[in-house]
């Protein structure tokens, strides 16, 4: 058979690259020979995929639940790949900067619509009885959230409100600030104040790896690479207006669909039942507690005053604006 000439140029260009390898073309093209091809669910491991879900009762709303809490996993796997890239990018411009926000918006647009889904499509008496079987594990010990927070902004923003005066005038370092990250004053016991296992848990396998990556991102974080762009490109009405719906998504949007599911799931009178970490919901979810903003120097006034507001009064008020 007579090799047409494309075909000889991909040889000669296969030659080229692995002989700059020190890499033998044959020895390639033999196991090409005797390779099996690729099927869609060896690529993807659709058999391992489903076989992660393993309920700890026989309740089945419970496999509902964990499938939910592993496709958003996945969902902050994408955002952290997409800030990798930022962070790791040569010569930086705008249009790349402003690709990869637009995608990590894309995703917690999902998120944010998808919870919906899960809120509806479990039957509250069932939650409410597998529920028992989680404990201490809860949704605030997602390290891959903490790690979107970290690579977006600046180390100072999400140190609790009430003491980020304080150390926006000292030259504190990045462990100091750590001990008084927002979340940790979520994560207490409702009656005594003291650590909930659950931040117990969570702080002897993550905050080291956090401490480092916040270290690692001082300079590189989504907010640091920005301000280092041009003044045109920080100018740019489409570029500031992504970077506030990131700021809206990952501080408002996101909790305030926790606080929702939580208000159906948990709100009952005369008192609320506790999360299953034991973690202070009611004070933790709410964006105009924390009053935790990525970007505050984008927003106005207005818009930090009533920072969640709006999204409470529609979604879980019912409140018609």
Not at 80 to 93: A, G, I, P, R
Request: aromatic content about 14%; hydrophobic content about 40%.
């Amino acid at each position: 058979m007579e090799l047409k000439p494309e075909m000889i140029q991909k040889l000669e260009e296969l030659e080229k690259k692995y002989s700059a390898m020190g890499q033998d073309l044959m020895s390639y093209l033999d196991g090409l020979l005797y390779a099996d091809y690729l099927t869609y669910w060896d690529y993807i491991h659709v058999d391992t995929l489903l076989s992660l879900q393993n309920p700890k009762t026989s309740i089945p709303d419970e496999e509902i639940f964990i499938m939910y809490h592993q496709i958003t996993e996945l969902y902050f796997k994408l955002c952290l790949h997409e800030m990798k890239q930022l962070s790791e990018k040569e010569n930086l411009d705008a249009a790349f900067f402003l690709a990869r926000i637009k995608r990590i918006n894309a995703y917690f647009d999902n998120l944010v619509r998808s919870f919906d889904i899960m809120v509806d499509g479990m039957e509250q008496e069932q939650f409410l009885k597998f529920r028992m079987s989680l404990l201490p594990a809860s949704g605030f010990q997602s390290a891959q959230y903490r790690m979107i927070e970290i690579y977006a902004t600046d180390f100072i923003r999400l140190v609790d409100k009430n003491f980020r005066d304080h150390y926006e005038n000292t030259e504190s370092g990045i462990e100091e600030m750590f001990t008084h990250i927002y979340w940790k004053a979520g994560a207490t016991e409702l009656a005594s104040g003291k650590k909930t296992l659950t931040l117990k848990q969570f702080e002897d396998k993550y905050s080291d790896q956090l401490i480092q990556l916040a270290k690692a991102k001082k300079s590189k974080n989504l907010w640091q690479l920005f301000l280092g762009l041009p003044e045109k490109d920080r100018s740019n009405p489409e570029l500031r207006n992504h970077l506030k719906f990131l700021d809206l998504n990952v501080n408002v949007n996101w909790p305030l669909s926790h606080y929702k599911s939580a208000v159906r799931y948990l709100q009952r009178d005369p008192e609320d039942i506790k999360a299953t970490g034991g973690t202070n919901w009611q004070k933790y979810l709410p964006p105009r507690f924390q009053k935790r903003v990525f970007y505050p120097s984008l927003f106005t006034e207005v818009e930090l005053t009533d920072w969640g507001k709006t999204w409470v009064d529609r979604e879980v008020l019912g409140i018609k604006g």
